[in-house]
């Protein structure tokens, strides 16, 4: 005879792994959030939406790619699930809205309660830097499709917004600034080529690199920042003269903010605003990657752009660094002729 457990489905691990994420999930509640976990659906009461003119409601799902093979590597699951956050939740503010709710999916080859535990612990954890409801999640164990230690994650939020309040390329104009965020590491983009570069110049991920100031391994295991509750802030205190955000994800710096610029203007970021992370430049030369290469793949340490007013720009920063985030003007938006027609030397450029 055979069982679930012959097939390599341990049901006793999964019901252990939900008894010891519920303290973290607990955590992340709101007010609005209806009974507990373990329902087969997650409430949210969205009776405080009748006070929007117009609410929109803002879905946004993600994953963080191939990271999740370095914190496998490096036998550390508790940092990841912050990353999973910020990428869902930091493209919802990107129009304006205001996450609510999350939920998490969780694949495994074999379900270790502990570290289960310890992923739902950064997910919670970075749902409480965005303040947002962990209101459900799925963990499934697929034996003989993933080995014992392999995982993937993805996760799914959603938002609202007043629609006279909604965000966009529409409100950019001509003589806007960009104001740029600092990127907190590599966050969860280009780690196929990083992984690329660690097997072709046979890196070790415990290595300790004097201008990281910590091992390699740790160094690309820095959790995504959650700009969130920043941006939020920023409308808040700007109201109109906040034109939109570009959250800079795969694709790199331009390829992103162009994503909110609209057609005949162009975003001109001034290189000499800010260096390169000592991480992005020591794997470019580790790997050889060319510059035109690196900027379209890694963030280069902008994660976050806010395009704004130039009236705004001091009142912008003012506000950021009472909050704890260090800002600074990188540079503009132009009428597309007045860019020259083609990447200006020391300047990014997006169309």
């Avoid at 699951?77 to 990107?94: F, W």
Wanted: proline share 3%.
């Amino acid at each position: 005879m055979s069982n679930y457990r012959d097939a390599g489905v341990d049901i006793d691990a999964g019901e252990r792994a939900v008894e010891l994420m519920k303290a973290s999930i607990a955590k992340t509640t709101r007010k609005e959030v209806v009974g507990g976990i373990g329902g087969f659906a997650g409430l949210f009461d969205a009776s405080a939406l009748k006070n929007y003119q117009q609410p929109l409601l803002a879905t946004s799902t993600d994953g963080v790619g191939t990271k999740t093979e370095i914190a496998r590597q490096m036998g550390i699951y508790d940092t990841i699930g912050e990353d999973l956050v910020a990428m869902v939740v930091d493209d919802l503010v990107v129009c304006g809205a205001e996450p609510l709710f999350m939920t998490d999916y969780i694949a495994v080859g074999k379900v270790i309660p502990e570290r289960i535990a310890d992923i739902v612990k950064g997910i919670a954890r970075g749902c409480a830097k965005a303040n947002v409801a962990l209101i459900g999640g799925e963990t499934a164990e697929h034996p003989g499709l993933l080995d014992d230690d392999e995982f993937d994650i993805a996760g799914a939020a959603t938002g609202v917004v007043d629609a006279p309040n909604l965000l966009g390329a529409a409100k950019v104009k001509a003589g806007d600034v960009l104001l740029a965020m600092p990127a907190s590491g590599f966050h969860s983009n280009g780690y196929s080529l990083i992984r690329h570069i660690l097997r072709t110049a046979n890196l070790d991920l415990a290595r300790h690199f004097p201008e990281l100031g910590t091992s390699l391994g740790e160094e690309l295991l820095t959790p995504t920042e959650i700009y969130t509750l920043d941006c939020l802030a920023l409308i808040k205190v700007l109201g109109p003269n906040l034109r939109t955000f570009s959250h800079v994800t795969g694709g790199g710096l331009a390829a992103n903010t162009a994503r909110v610029v609209p057609d005949g203007l162009c975003a001109i970021f001034e290189r000499g605003t800010w260096a390169l992370p000592a991480a992005t430049t020591l794997l470019a030369d580790l790997g050889g990657v060319a510059q035109a290469d690196f900027e379209r793949t890694w963030n280069c340490g902008v994660g976050m752009v806010a395009v704004i007013d130039p009236a705004s720009a001091d009142l912008s920063l003012k506000s950021l660094a009472a909050r704890g985030m260090r800002a600074w003007i990188a540079g503009e938006i132009v009428l597309r002729g007045d860019s020259g027609g083609s990447t200006l030397e020391g300047s990014y450029q997006a169309r």
